[in-house]
């Protein structure tokens, strides 16, 4: 069985006190921002059932974002948009967005547990743990933050642009969504530099 506070124990036998997790969500879309979070958790009653949030279902997800954010000591949000995303590319927009919520946290961290990334231009150090979000409390914490965030902000987005579908895949390249981008061409969301092979070739 994993032991998903081995991590964080043992930053906390190290010296560390405002021990951090962060995780993106949002870098494989065809629309939308890349989202991340960074949480602090109180760590006095541990919050059953978090995982990688690609693992727990969306009812699941939702219930735990109440009891996560209650018992965050604190917590911040990064978002870089589609069109950042189109200037950098996706790597580094996602750099840009980790860097962000830090930037966004009342409380600063001592240290930053991160799924698989190790290098941000942020005063912290950071640690990467491959597969992070499955095997830190604190990693997958921020990867239910992260992922709440994003999809809230695409259904909000499928208000505005009902024909794409985006409160049911996200912004994904799902068949649905690949359909709806074919008949009606992008939309102010769609990341151009993800879409070019689609939609020109749709088009020539």
């Known amino acids: 069985m994993i032991d998903k506070l081995f991590y964080e124990n043992k930053y906390k036998l190290l010296g560390y006190s405002a021990i951090a997790g962060m995780d993106e969500v949002g870098r494989g879309p065809l629309a939308g921002p890349v989202v991340a979070a960074c949480v602090i958790l109180n760590f006095d009653d541990i919050i059953d059932g978090i995982d990688d949030s690609k693992k727990v279902s969306a009812k699941k997800r939702e219930s735990l974002l109440v009891e996560i954010l209650a018992q965050s000591v604190s917590y911040g949000i990064g978002i870089v948009d589609e069109k950042i995303i189109d200037e950098i590319n996706i790597l580094q927009a996602t750099y840009l967005a ?44 921020a990867s239910i933050i992260a992922k709440q965030k994003r999809d809230h902000m695409m259904i909000e987005y499928a208000i505005t642009y009902p024909e794409y579908g985006f409160e049911q895949h996200k912004g994904y390249g799902t068949k649905q969504h690949r359909q709806a981008l074919l008949t009606h061409g992008p939309c102010a969301i769609h990341r151009r530099s993800f879409i070019k092979k689609i939609w020109t070739v749709s088009n020539e």
């Open 98 to 141: 980790m860097e962000k919520a830090v930037q966004d946290m009342k409380v600063q961290p001592d240290i930053v547990l991160c799924d698989a990334v190790k290098t941000l231009k942020i005063e912290q150090e950071v640690v990467g743990i491959t597969k992070g979000d499955s095997l830190s409390y604190l990693i997958g914490a």
